[in-house]
Nanobody
Framework: QVQLVESGGGLVQAGGSLRLSCAASGSILIINAMGWYRQAPGKQRELVAAVTSGGSINYADSVKGRFTISRDNAKNTVYLQMNSLKPEDTAVYYC??????????????WGQGTLVTVSS
């Protein structure tokens, strides 16, 4: 199994910044992909940003130019730097990973979520 530990959420004013982090642990052979999703009140969960083991990165159009995803492969950790935050960014942010384990089975795991609230 894979455990995901998220941190970095909180309350920030519009225009401010936050950095989210997510660390994966377990008997992991390789992280195939890792990324962030969010779910705002009354809305469906949506992809925010993701990065694959090959380095391909995808961003939601709504966050391009404001958010940056990065990975520390040695620590199996992914980060989301969020700048110029807007009230519409308010959501619960979830870390997600697709990992190949040492027994060669693939797992799709989710973190518990961290709340980001942007005021004004």
């Amino acid at each position: 199994q894979v455990q995901l530990v998220e941190s970095g959420g909180g309350l920030v004013q519009a225009g401010g910044s936050l950095r989210l982090s997510c660390a994966a642990s377990g008997s992991i052979l390789i992280i195939n992909a890792m990324g962030w999703y969010r779910q705002a009140p009354g809305k469906q969960r949506e992809l925010v940003a993701a990065v694959t083991s090959g380095g391909s990165i995808n961003y939601a159009d709504s966050v391009k130019g404001r958010f940056t995803i990065s990975r520390d492969n040695a620590k199996n950790t992914v980060y989301l730097q969020m700048n110029s935050l807007k009230p519409e960014d308010t959501a619960v942010y979830y870390c997600n990973t697709i990992a190949t384990m040492t027994d060669l089975n693939a797992l799709d795991a989710w973190g518990q979520g961290t709340l980001v609230t942007v005021s004004s």
